[in-house]
Nanobody, 120 residues
Framework: QVQLVESGGGSVQAGGSLRLSCAAS????????MGWYRQVPGKQRELVAT??????NYADSVKGRFTISRDNAKNMVYLQMNSLKPEDTAVYYC???????????????WGQGTQVTVSP
């Protein structure tokens, strides 16, 4: 089994910064894409940013303010969030595609979520 554990959420004033971390552990042979999504109550979960071995992808709403990075040796992914806005308030979820063995198929895993609250 694989577990994803997020940390780094919290409350901050508009214009502030937070850094989210996500650690993947368990039976891991290979990790493909890693990413962050967010969800506000009553709305669909939306993509924030993803990262592969060769490229990054960002939602238009966070471009220039958020930076995604990963540490392959530690099976971790990070999200540096700067110039935060009240509309960034949401529960942020870590997501990865992982193979547990060389012959296994890719499986999708989600973290439990971490709350980010940005006050005006």
């Amino acid at each position: 089994q694989v577990q994803l554990v997020e940390s780094g959420g919290g409350s901050v004033q508009a214009g502030g910064s937070l850094r989210l971390s996500c650690a993947a552990s368990g039976r891991i042979f290979s990790i493909n894409v890693m990413g962050w999504y967010r969800q506000v109550p009553g709305k669909q979960r939306e993509l924030v940013a993803t990262i592969t071995s060769s490229k990054t992808n960002y939602a238009d709403s966070v471009k220039g303010r958020f930076t995604i990075s990963r540490d392959n040796a530690k099976n971790m992914v990070y999200l540096q969030m700067n110039s935060l806005k009240p509309e960034d308030t949401a529960v942020y979820y870590c997501n990865t595609l992982i193979r547990s063995t060389a012959w296994a198929t890719w499986s999708d895993y989600w973290g439990q979520g971490t709350q980010v609250t940005v006050s005006p």
